[in-house]
């Protein structure tokens, strides 16, 4: 049911407008926040502790920024699939990649470190559209259907996750093989 739903939405998102997909992110994250107050709780108290400096209503708006934020991604990342590869890269810049071809002309693997910060969905389309093959290593989702879905659409775009669970040898053999292996810093 899940995965029909997530396939449904990506179809409409898709369609949208970027100003539509900005305007129904942040209401998502609005909703997330502020309505369902998904882990809100826990991201106040990380706050807290991260910025004791902060008063408690600078607190609250960052971690509305927090939502707006992550709920706008999950709207551009449900309109990805299906979209040409070329379309990432519009919106990503690339400094230094030069050095990137020369490791992959001598047939050297290469290991990309990427923040978890800004859009990483759409950093790792970028470089699959720019080289591939690339695999990424990715946390399994806890909803196994929302983690199929997704492990799907990364596929479809050109990249291959490696669970991070159990990664080690995949990525090791990936690059021996001359490919690139991307991961957020905190995975």
Request: proline share 4%; aromatic share 8%.
């Given at each position: 049911m899940i995965r029909w739903l997530l396939n449904t939405v990506s179809r409409?998102?898709?369609?949208?407008?970027?100003t539509t997909q900005l305007r129904m992110g942040r209401a998502l994250g609005f909703v997330l926040g502020r309505v369902v107050r998904m882990r809100r709780r826990a991201v106040l108290a990380a706050l807290a502790r991260c910025l004791p400096?902060?008063?408690?209503?600078e607190r609250r708006?960052?971690?509305d920024g927090v939502y707006r934020h992550l709920g706008t991604m999950a709207v551009e990342c449900l309109g990805y699939p299906g979209q040409p590869r070329e379309v990432f890269q519009q919106h990503v810049d690339f400094v230094g990649d030069e050095h990137a071809r020369a490791a992959l002309a001598?047939?050297?693997?290469?290991?990309?470190l990427m923040g978890h910060i800004g859009n990483w969905e759409l950093m790792g389309l970028a470089l699959a559209g720019r080289?591939?093959?690339?695999?990424?290593?990715v946390r399994?989702?806890?909803?196994?259907?929302?983690?199929?879905?997704?492990r799907e659409s990364r596929?479809?775009?050109g990249l291959r996750p490696l669970p991070a669970q159990h990664s080690y040898r995949e990525a090791l053999r990936a690059l021996?093989?001359?490919?690139m292996v991307a991961v957020t810093l905190d995975q």
């Amino acid at each position: 049911m899940i995965r029909w739903l997530l396939n449904t939405v990506s179809r409409w998102a898709a369609r949208w407008s970027r100003t539509t997909q900005l305007r129904m992110g942040r209401a998502l994250g609005f909703v997330l926040g502020r309505v369902v107050r998904m882990r809100r709780r826990a991201v106040l108290a990380a706050l807290a502790r991260c910025l004791p400096e902060r008063t408690d209503a600078e607190r609250r708006a960052i971690a509305d920024g927090v939502y707006r934020h992550l709920g706008t991604m999950a709207v551009e990342c449900l309109g990805y699939p299906g979209q040409p590869r070329e379309v990432f890269q519009q919106h990503v810049d690339f400094v230094g990649d030069e050095h990137a071809r020369a490791a992959l002309a001598q047939g050297r693997g290469m290991l990309i470190l990427m923040g978890h910060i800004g859009n990483w969905e759409l950093m790792g389309l970028a470089l699959a559209g720019r080289w591939a093959p690339i695999s990424v290593i990715v946390r399994t989702q806890r909803n196994p259907e929302f983690d199929t879905y997704w492990r799907e659409s990364r596929e479809k775009m050109g990249l291959r996750p490696l669970p991070a669970q159990h990664s080690y040898r995949e990525a090791l053999r990936a690059l021996k093989q001359g490919e690139m292996v991307a991961v957020t810093l905190d995975q």
